[in-house]
């Protein structure tokens, strides 16, 4: 497979080649990913995203593959954290969105890092739902954590149901929360986790989650999951410690 750097803000990476098909995820401008065509469909590329192994699809005109891109997304790239910022890329205008990297050398400082991924997720309160979405334009529950762990400086995989599994070390129980844990939850089967979102805890009021439901919002959060308007909308599989930044 060939190396390539994604060339617009937000490359939507599909199920299978076609237009038509789920969108799985989004590839943020500036990411690295490894490449091939799809015979059978022109125009179409089969990729492996580097930053967290993600394989998928996508529009071959969205991969830049070119020595001069390469070499210069081959250096220190810096990540972006404001929701969505204006930078000028070959000429035009682009409207990036948070977690998008930039080379250093076109940036004068990297900008700061939020103290913690649940900080990082404050700042899309409001963002609209979208399966698949990595962004403030929208964005689905695993999506909102990841990002936000990856604005800190923290790296997790990209579903529900993989985070759950790589935390298994770090689990805890509803009576030992903290503000910023990862939280999990499912529809039928507890094993089969389909939901994640942040523990929200202040000492003013009760322990509350922030997740992508609807849209990016706090909700109350009971032992036996998330409640919205009296309804539990949400059963409890478990929590787990988020994990931190070496720095």
Same mark, same amino acid.
């Given at each position: ?35 091939? *065509?799809? !015979? %059978?469909?022109?125009?179409? &590329?089969?990729? +492996?995203?580097? @930053?967290?192994? $993600? ?56 900008? *700061?890092? !939020? %103290?913690?991924?649940?900080? &990082?997720?404050? +700042?899309?309160? @409001?963002?609209? $739902? ?118």
């Amino acid at each position: 497979m060939e190396a390539g750097i994604i060339r617009v803000p937000l490359a939507p990476i599909r199920s299978a080649p076609d237009d038509r098909a789920e969108m799985v995820t989004q590839a943020l401008f500036g990411a690295s990913l490894r490449w091939q *065509p799809v !015979p %059978e469909n022109q125009g179409w &590329a089969k990729v +492996a995203l580097d @930053g967290d192994g $993600y394989v998928g699809y996508t529009d071959v005109k969205l991969i830049a593959s070119s020595p001069e891109a390469l070499e210069v997304f081959g250096q220190e790239r810096h990540t972006l954290m404001a929701p969505l910022s204006l930078w000028e890329w070959e000429g035009r205008p682009y409207h990036l969105p948070a977690g998008s990297q930039v080379p250093a050398v076109l940036m004068s400082s990297a900008p *700061p890092r !939020p %103290e913690s991924p649940v900080e &990082a997720a404050y +700042a899309f309160l @409001g963002a609209p $739902y979208l399966w698949g979405g990595k962004s403030v334009l929208g964005m689905d529950c695993s999506g909102l954590t990841q990002l936000a762990c990856n604005l800190a400086g923290v790296q997790i995989p990209r579903d529900a149901s993989q985070q759950w599994s790589s935390l298994q070390d770090s689990t805890v129980d509803y009576a030992n929360l903290q503000h910023g844990d990862l939280v999990f939850f499912h529809r039928k089967e507890p094993a089969k986790v389909t939901h994640v979102g942040f523990v929200w805890w202040t000492p003013e009021g009760p322990c509350k989650v922030l997740h992508a439901s609807g849209e990016v919002r706090i909700d109350e959060l009971k032992p036996d999951g998330i409640h919205r308007d009296g309804v539990c909308t949400h059963p409890w599989t478990g929590a787990a410690r988020c994990p931190v930044s070496a720095g």
